[in-house]
């Protein structure tokens, strides 16, 4: 099993340039498949339930670090009452953003890694990112520069074990939780909420597909939304709601707090 480990010197090129191929493909074809997964899914329920509590009004301001099609951010707006120009994102791939800019309306779209923001943000999602670079503490350092005193940052990622198909995704490490917690509160954060979940169905989901991954990638991944797919796509998203109460599997939750002092 592949474990935390510390930022190489050097994202490669390749690597780098293989990100963007990957993502360039994935946006470009379309973002029906991914919305529509029911892992995608529950990963952006757990997302939007982990803001229950916080005090967002009209003036609260939402960043979502590589938010590819926004999907999260248009959930949050109608969940919360957020409007649209008080929401923002960043994201590496042009065509990801391109496509943002035709769902939402606000001038805080950017594409890149770093974009330099001129407000601070009261929440900043972080979904399944940090697991495709192996400078992810430069992200989390991001995240805790931008949050406004009391933010919160609500971060995703795969937790270990890494599997042959993670790599095909542009995955370049997975994480164990005690020592990604760690990092965070090195950074400075407070951590609220930080747990596993998945087990049993994602775990027989991700086995599966490390067996049949070249099938699955064409009848699945690659494949249009039809019928079929899309009623199996339901079926799973309504089982997988049994994740809500195990606290373990390969997804990793946090909810990460900036101090009201710092």
């Known amino acids: 099993a592949m474990r935390i480990r510390d930022p190489q010197p050097q994202m490669t090129v390749e690597h780098e340039r293989r990100n963007q191929t990957i993502f360039k493909a994935l946006w470009e074809k379309g973002s029906a498949t991914y919305e529509s997964h029911p892992t995608s899914r529950h990963r952006r329920r757990f997302a939007l339930k982990s803001l229950a509590g916080e005090s967002l009004s009209g003036e609260s301001f939402v960043f979502d670090y590589g938010c590819g099609s926004v999907v999260l951010l248009e959930h949050a707006a109608v969940r919360y009452g957020l409007p649209e120009h008080r929401l923002g994102g960043c994201d590496i791939t042009e065509s990801a953003i391109q496509l943002a800019r035709t769902r939402l309306n606000t001038d805080y779209l950017y594409v890149g890694k770093f974009p330099e923001l001129e407000i601070p943000c009261n929440v900043i999602f972080c979904t399944e990112v940090i697991e495709h670079t192996p400078d992810y503490r430069a992200i989390l350092e991001w995240t805790y520069a931008h949050l406004a005193p009391g933010g919160l940052l609500v971060l995703t990622t795969p937790g270990t ?23 965070l509160e090195k950074i400075g954060f407070a951590i609220e909420t930080a747990r596993r979940w998945g087990f049993p169905f994602f775990t027989v989901q991700k086995f599966i597909t490390k067996l049949f991954y070249q099938q699955i990638r064409k009848h699945v991944i690659e494949s249009d939304m039809g019928i079929l797919k899309r009623t199996v796509f339901e079926l799973l998203y309504r089982v997988y709601f049994v994740h809500d109460f195990i606290p373990a599997g390969p997804q990793i939750l946090i ?4 101090p009201e002092q710092a």
């Open 161 to 183: 074990p890494m599997d042959p198909p993670d790599v095909e995704y542009g995955h370049v490490q997975h994480f164990d939780l005690p020592p990604l917690v760690t990092d």
């Open 255 to 258: 909810r990460a707090r900036k």
